[in-house]
């Protein structure tokens, strides 16, 4: 079934590598497609293009397919090109006449549009969760720690003194940042474009402000021509946002991959952590994070490659846009699974305590010993110096201790602060507008 079938057969070859994995992508969607035709139906009624007992009877069978769709009983049959098709077909096949009247003042553009936008914004809550699950580990592992010296690298070079407290803890406020980018893309997409058809609008009486009401939207895509033009706007920039995401988290296993090495020797995984060798009886491999590392690589590949399907697009729906699925669909799930085994791999870590204790990381100290020199009275650049001829000459012999107080040092770690920021930011999603929306609508 094809909504658009004028009674013309399109070659086989043509329909294959038109529809593509458009049946596969849209088992995504087909609870939001679902949704967003309750909302339809019922802003249809309002104005007067359906009668109130066709409503009720299409509410009843969209709820019905709903529950379908959210326990993953939902097929698109062969033949049938996509969700919106199956959902239609399914509709008319129940109760005739009236299923074939869902359609009337939308398009399939912006139906896919607010298909997206439903999907990314349920998605985005589960990002948010566990990324709030990851930052939580990061600051009980850092309070824990924070008493633990490390070095500190520049140029892969031992710098100064570090801390596991500073190291856990500049990851989890390393994702204070991700999630404020997290709630721009929120709220970019918690924007209803339904009604703007196929970009044109609708010569029909559509009531635009009670389907944003009806499925939570803080507020709509008011020109009809921008709303359209927001698909793969919306879906770069929700991606650039889980980018930011996968950066963090990658690096955070870069780093545990170094530290793990016997070269380091800074922590351990457990066993049940690791894998090992078909040769080498010794091994224990931080798999688990260099997979982390390389999906995270191509999580932040995607906006670039979604940047490279819209970049030459003028105004207006082309198909080029049904390749952005395919990649950006799956990618949340991809996301979601790399941060709930970095916070699993985080909570099971076994640190050394003692790491400073080897004379390799003197110099780190060689900082602290200026700094001395300097509290009392010496001017810096004289204390340097001095410090540098002992290092020169093979004299220095540092005392291993720091008191660093100020904000956001190791003596000072502002954990309090950071979750006070983080706190903040989930709070400003305002989620609960929405679960209470769909709720009311689905019930």
């Given amino acids: 079934m094809k909504l658009w079938d004028k009674g013309i057969k399109v070659n086989d070859k043509v329909e294959a590598f038109t529809v593509g994995k ?72 129940e109760l005739g006449d009236v299923g074939k009247k869902v359609h009337s003042g939308r398009s399939r553009n912006d139906q896919v549009l607010l298909d997206l936008k439903l999907f990314v914004r349920n998605k985005l809550q589960e990002v948010v969760a566990s990324v709030n699950d990851f930052f939580t580990a990061l600051q009980t592992q850092s309070e824990k720690y924070k008493e633990v010296l490390i070095p500190g690298y520049t140029h892969l070079q031992v710098a100064m ?24 893309a ?9 009604g703007a058809a196929a970009g044109y609008g609708s010569s029909f009486p559509l009531n635009r402000q009670l389907t944003t009401d009806l499925l939570g939207f803080d507020n709509m895509n008011y020109n009809v021509v921008y709303a359209q033009m927001g698909r793969g706007k919306t879906e770069k920039n929700v991606a650039m946002a889980l980018s930011s995401v996968a ?4 690096k955070f296993a870069m780093d545990s991959c170094l530290y793990m090495s016997q070269n380091f020797g800074f922590l351990t995984l457990p066993g049940e952590l690791t894998t090992g060798s078909s040769i080498m009886p010794h091994k224990k491999n931080p798999d688990v994070f260099e997979l982390i590392r390389a999906k995270c690589n191509v999580i932040q590949a995607l906006p670039e490659q979604i940047g490279l399907i819209v970049g030459n697009l003028p105004s207006g729906y082309f ?55 300097v509290l009392q009275g010496v001017p810096f650049r004289d204390a340097y110096k001095q410090v540098g001829a002992q290092i020169e000459e093979g004299k220095f012999e540092p005392s291993i201790e720091v008191n660093h ?23 400003s999603f305002n989620m609960d507008k929405v679960q209470k929306a769909i709720e009311v609508l689905i019930n």
């Fill in 186 to 194: 929120w709220k970019m997409s918690n924007q209803n474009p339904l």
């Fill in 161 to 184: 003194p570090s801390s596991f407290g500073l190291w856990f803890g500049a990851y989890a406020e390393s994702l204070t940042d991700d999630m404020m980018m997290l709630n721009a």
């Fill in 405 to 427: 107080s100020h904000e956001g040092s190791i003596g000072n770690l502002c954990t309090s602060e950071i979750k006070q920021k983080m706190d903040g930011l989930i709070q």
């Fill in 22 to 93: 458009d049946r596969e992508m849209d088992l995504y969607l087909a609870p939001f497609d679902i949704l967003g035709t309750m909302a339809h139906i019922t802003m249809l009624e309002s104005v007067g293009l359906l009668e109130k007992d066709e409503l009720a009877q299409l509410l009843e069978a969209l709820k019905a397919l709903y529950k379908k769709a959210i326990e993953g009983e939902f097929v698109i049959e062969d033949g049938v090109e996509d969700v919106h098709s199956q959902v239609e077909m399914l509709l008319t096949a």
């Fill in 247 to 250: 950066s963090t988290v990658g």
């Fill in 319 to 373: 198909r080029d846009l049904q390749l952005i699925k395919e990649t950006f669909l799956p990618v949340f799930d991809d996301l979601i699974s790399c941060l709930d085994l970095a916070t699993f791999a985080v909570e099971n870590m076994t640190i050394s305590k003692d790491v400073l204790s080897n004379d390799i990381y003197k110099y780190a100290f060689s900082v602290e010993e200026v700094n001395k020199l």
